[in-house]
């Protein structure tokens, strides 16, 4: 049960990822945006420190306070850590992905497929790249690219249901 829920993880992280490189291409970018983002974090893991200190005293530490107001320094939450690294690179990707030739970037997105997923988990049986199977910024900047190349070249617009289908469940 819990490596089922692992893997739904997994897609809805990619998942999402992907549909904010898909939409994200033509949109305006805001740091201002990411500062609300970390705020919202904040509040809510203040809350929920708050709740457990009430509730459950004895587990709730100084460091754990310390944690609360820091999420990024200290780890507390790998999707938000690898998302703002993501988001801090956002207007450089999009650039790219507009600068970049559709060649150039299939050419790109094909050699950082091939490194950071085929022949780091083939060859290697290490993580060389520091992708921590897939929960890190470097895995998230990928998809993000691989979300904005497929709707600047609108990818799947042309193609019949059935082989869409095939290629997902593939």
Known sequence: VN???EIAAYCAVNCYVLISGYVGIYS???YSNL???WIKV???TIIITAIFQCLFPEMVSLENWIDAFFPIMFKQYWFFSAYFVLFLFMPLLNTAL??????QIKIILLILIFFLS???????FTDVFELNNGYSAWWMIVVYLVGGYIRKYQVFDN???KYL???YIF
């Open 98 to 103: 507009h600068k970049f030739s559709r060649k």
């Open 118 to 124: 085929v022949l780091n988990t083939v060859i290697y």
């Open 42 to 44: 904040i509040f809510y």
């Open 3 to 5: 490596y089922a829920l």
């Open 165 to 167: 289908i095939i290629g």
């Open 159 to 161: 193609k019949k249901r």
């Open 35 to 37: 500062a609300l983002l």
């Open 28 to 30: 305006r970018y805001k």
